[in-house]
């Protein structure tokens, strides 16, 4: 069953503000990952976060992970028009053999 | 140096028809992975391989068969093409065993779009 559910679905902001999208997950994990998707190309991994971690940086991206409420959250902090982009979060159970299962995604666009 | 290649990028055919999607990854991981996107965006997992095994096989119709030759390559062939086939279809890989346990990161290809009249 699906487990990341991104919030919100569709997100419009101007060039240099700050990006907060969230995610929701239903069972305990392992690791949540945010990926990036531009129009038409694959998807991108972006950053990992670990269930006994709290929050992660990388560049302008910063992550936080509650397991308590099962939800994620990744902010994009001064914002370029490049960062237009699909973001989702995927969900890694358990062991190897359990895929990683991606949320619907919150569609970023950046207007510069 | 393309790390997932896919090909073909576009593919339009008429329903009733067999297709195949061909990937291939040089980054020498062990396990590969074919992914359906439909058109809300939608990404679900369909097949597994690892060293060539296939270790995840969600509920997938029998008209689709991948196939693994080898730990760098896997196929997706559909027989009997429906309307309902139409996505994008992304192949991807990841280095599975010698990780810390599940920092299972995967590298995607540019997927496959598959159009069914």
Same mark, same amino acid.
């Given at each position: 069953?699906?487990?990341?559910?991104?919030?919100?679905?569709?997100?419009?902001?101007?060039?240099?503000?700050?990006?907060?999208?969230?995610?929701?997950?239903?069972?305990?994990?392992?690791?949540?990952?945010?990926?990036?998707?531009?129009?038409?190309?694959?998807?991108?991994?972006?950053?990992?976060?670990?269930?006994?971690?709290?929050?992660?940086?990388?560049?302008?991206?910063?992550?936080?992970?509650?397991?308590?409420?099962?939800?994620?959250?990744?902010?994009?902090?001064?914002?370029?028009?490049?960062?237009?982009?699909?973001?989702?979060?995927?969900?890694?159970?358990?062991?190897?053999?359990?895929?990683?299962?991606?949320?619907?995604?919150?569609?970023?666009?950046?207007?510069? | 140096?393309?790390?997932?290649?896919?090909?073909?990028?576009?593919?339009?055919?008429?329903?009733?028809?067999?297709?195949?999607?061909?990937?291939?990854?040089?980054?020498?991981?062990?396990?590969?992975?074919?992914?359906?996107?439909?058109?809300?965006?939608?990404?679900?997992?369909?097949?597994?391989?690892?060293?060539?095994?296939?270790?995840?096989?969600?509920?997938?119709?029998?008209?689709?068969?991948?196939?693994?030759?080898?730990?760098?390559?896997?196929?997706?062939?559909?027989? *009997?093409?429906?309307? +309902?086939?139409?996505?994008?279809? %992304?192949? /991807?890989? @990841?280095? !599975?065993? *010698?990780?810390?346990? +599940?920092?299972?990161?995967?590298? %995607?290809? /540019?997927? @496959?779009? !598959?159009?069914?009249?």
């Amino acid at each position: 069953s699906q487990q990341g559910e991104e919030d919100p679905q569709a997100l419009s902001i101007q060039e240099g503000e700050n990006a907060t999208m969230n995610c929701s997950y239903k069972t305990s994990i392992n690791n949540l990952q945010w990926y990036r998707q531009n129009s038409g190309r694959g998807l991108v991994h972006l950053i990992l976060i670990r269930s006994n971690e709290r929050e992660k940086h990388s560049g302008r991206l910063r992550v936080t992970l509650d397991t308590s409420k099962k939800s994620s959250s990744l902010l994009i902090t001064a914002s370029r028009a490049a960062d237009t982009a699909s973001y989702f979060c995927a969900t890694h159970g358990g062991s190897g053999n359990t895929p990683l299962v991606f949320g619907k995604g919150t569609r970023l666009s950046v207007i510069a | 140096d393309t790390a997932v290649s896919q090909t073909p990028k576009y593919l339009v055919t008429q329903m009733g028809n067999d297709k195949s999607i061909k990937c291939e990854q040089n980054l020498g991981h062990d396990t590969m992975y074919w992914y359906k996107q439909d058109s809300k965006k939608f990404l679900k997992i369909m097949f597994s391989y690892n060293n060539k095994e296939l270790i995840i096989n969600e509920t997938v119709p029998n008209r689709f068969s991948p196939k693994s030759p080898d730990k760098a390559h896997l196929n997706l062939h559909i027989n *009997s093409l429906e309307l +309902g086939d139409s996505a994008v279809y %992304f192949c /991807a890989s @990841s280095q !599975l065993r *010698s990780r810390p346990s +599940g920092a299972n990161v995967l590298t %995607f290809g /540019a997927g @496959s779009r !598959l159009t069914v009249l």
